[in-house]
C-alpha cells in the first residue's frame, strides 16, 4: 500500500536534522572555544568583539569572527549588531566557562570530538560484533569523561553520597579502608582523600595510561602518602577487608560486571558496603526518551557498550542499564541487601551489602 508523504511533517524533520547537523559542528566549536580559553576570556570582560576577543586569547581575528558569529547563531553568546559585540551570559558562563561549577560540560565535548576519531572501527563493529577497548579510543576521551563527571562528583560525593551510605561517613572518619574500582583518571579517589584524611585509598583501573595519571594527580593534590594505584582488572583486583568499595560510572563498561560485583563482594570486610555510582535511567527505553537518554545512549553506543564487548563475558550493559538490571547484578553476584542510597537529575546511587 502506497504511503502518501505529508510535506510538512518531511519539512519539519528536516529542520530538526538540519538543527542536529548544527549542533554536531558546534560541539567541535565548543571543543575549541574550550582549548583556545576563548570562554574564558569572555568572563574577563563585559563584551567583545571578535578583535578584541582575539587579542586577548593570542588567536587570529579572521577564525575567531568566524567562531563567534557560530556561537551567536547557536544561542550560546548574545549579539550587539550596532556594536559588532558580543557577550556570554554569565548563567551560560557557568556550564562553559566555570569548572568549578555544578553545571560545567565544556569537558564532556573532548569527549565528543574523541569519539569521532572511532568510527571507522564503530563502522566494523556494527557488521561483526566485535568490540573496541576504552584503551583503543582518541587520549581526548580519558580526560573528556574526567572533566565532564567532575563537577556532580565535587558537588556530591563528600556532600551528599557519602552521607547517604549507612554507617559510612563514621567509618571514613575514623580511618577506613576504600577500594576506588574502575578509577580513571583518580579525582573521585582523591575527593574521598581529601577529605578523610585517616582513611587509605587504594584506586584500580586496567587502563595503564590512566592509573599513570591519577599518581601524578594524587601528588599533585597532596594525597600520595594515602592513596595507591594499580593496574588491575575489576573482577580481580587486589586486597580485602575493605571497608567501602566504589565503582564510579563504570559498572555497566565492564565486560562481566557480575564478576566485578562478586569480586567486590568477596573483597569487603564483614560489615563493609559496596557503592554503586551509574547513570539515572528508566528500566524501559521509553522511560529513556529524553536529552539525557539521548546523550547516555549515543555515548553507550560508541564507547560504553564496546568497551563491554572488548571484554571476557561481554554482557554489555549499556550506559542507560536502569535500576532493575543493575539490582539483577547486584543479586547474581551475592549481595542480599540493596537500596537506592540517593540519586541527583543524572545519577543513581545504589548501595550493596551482603
Known amino acids: 500500500m502506497q504511503h502518501t508523504l505529508d510535506p510538512e511533517r518531511i519539512e519539519a524533520f528536516a529542520g530538526q536534522i538540519l538543527?542536529?547537523?548544527?549542533a554536531t559542528v558546534s560541539a567541535a566549536l565548543i571543543y575549541l572555544g574550550d582549548r583556545l580559553g576563548?570562554?574564558?576570556?569572555?568572563?574577563?570582560?563585559?563584551?567583545?568583539?571578535?578583535?578584541?576577543?582575539?587579542?586577548?586569547?593570542?588567536?587570529?581575528?579572521r577564525y575567531v569572527r568566524e567562531w563567534l558569529a557560530n556561537q551567536a547563531a547557536a544561542g550560546y553568546l548574545t549579539y550587539e549588531p550596532e556594536t559588532c559585540r558580543y557577550?556570554?551570559?554569565?548563567?551560560?558562563?557557568?556550564?562553559?566557562?566555570?569548572?568549578?561549577?555544578?553545571?560545567?560540560?565544556?569537558?564532556?565535548?573532548?569527549?565528543?570530538?574523541?569519539?569521532?576519531?572511532?568510527?571507522?572501527?564503530?563502522e566494523s563493529a556494527f557488521r561483526t560484533g566485535e568490540g573496541v577497548g576504552w584503551h583503543e579510543h582518541d587520549h581526548r576521551l580519558f580526560c573528556g569523561v574526567e572533566r565532564f563527571f567532575a563537577p556532580a562528583y565535587r558537588e556530591h560525593l563528600v556532600a551528599d553520597w557519602i552521607p547517604a551510605l549507612e554507617g559510612v561517613q563514621k567509618k571514613l572518619e575514623s580511618g577506613a579502608r576504600i577500594a576506588d574500582v574502575g578509577c580513571g583518571h583518580g579525582l573521585s579517589t582523591i575527593l574521598l582523600a581529601k577529605a578523610f584524611p585517616r582513611s587509605t585509598f587504594f584506586g584500580f583501573d586496567c587502563h595503564e595510561e590512566s592509573i599513570e595519571r591519577a599518581r601524578q594527580s594524587a601528588g599533585d593534590a597532596g594525597v600520595g602518602d594515602?592513596?595507591?594505584?594499580?593496574?588491575?582488572?575489576?573482577?580481580?583486583?587486589?586486597?580485602s577487608g575493605y571497608d567501602l568499595v566504589a565503582m564510579f560510572d563504570c559498572l555497566h563498561d565492564m565486560g562481566d560486571p557480575v564478576g566485578a560485583a562478586?569480586?567486590?563482594?568477596?573483597?569487603?570486610?564483614?560489615?563493609?558496603?559496596?557503592?554503586?555510582?551509574?547513570?539515572?535511567?528508566?528500566?524501559?527505553?521509553?522511560?529513556?526518551?529524553?536529552?539525557?537518554?539521548?546523550a547516555y545512549y549515543g555515548f553507550s553506543t560508541v564507547v560504553c557498550t564496546p568497551a563491554s564487548l572488548s571484554q571476557p563475558g561481554r554482557r554489555g550493559l549499556g550506559g542507560q542499564?536502569?535500576?532493575?538490571?543493575l539490582r539483577g547484578v547486584l543479586g547474581e553476584a551475592g549481595f542480599t541487601r540493596v537500596r537506592r542510597a540517593t540519586?541527583?537529575?543524572?545519577?543513581?546511587?545504589?548501595?550493596?551489602?551482603?
Open 19 to 22: 538543527g542536529d547537523l548544527g
Open 262 to 294: 562478586r569480586r567486590a563482594r568477596q573483597c569487603l570486610a564483614p560489615d563493609g558496603t559496596l557503592m554503586l555510582v551509574e547513570p539515572l535511567a528508566g528500566d524501559s527505553v521509553e522511560d529513556n526518551l529524553n536529552p539525557v537518554g539521548r
Open 343 to 354: 540519586q541527583t537529575p543524572v545519577n543513581l546511587v545504589l548501595e550493596a551489602r551482603s
Open 38 to 61: 576563548l570562554y574564558q576570556a569572555l568572563t574577563e570582560v563585559e563584551s567583545a568583539t571578535s578583535t578584541e576577543l582575539a587579542a586577548r586569547t593570542g588567536t587570529t581575528e
Open 226 to 239: 594515602r592513596t595507591r594505584f594499580e593496574v588491575a582488572s575489576a573482577d580481580s583486583f587486589p586486597g
Open 321 to 325: 542499564a536502569g535500576e532493575a538490571r
Open 87 to 122: 557577550r556570554l551570559p554569565a548563567e551560560h558562563a557557568a556550564v562553559l566557562a566555570d569548572e568549578t561549577s555544578a553545571a560545567f560540560m565544556a569537558g564532556g565535548f573532548h569527549s565528543a570530538v574523541a569519539v569521532f576519531q572511532v568510527l571507522d572501527r564503530m
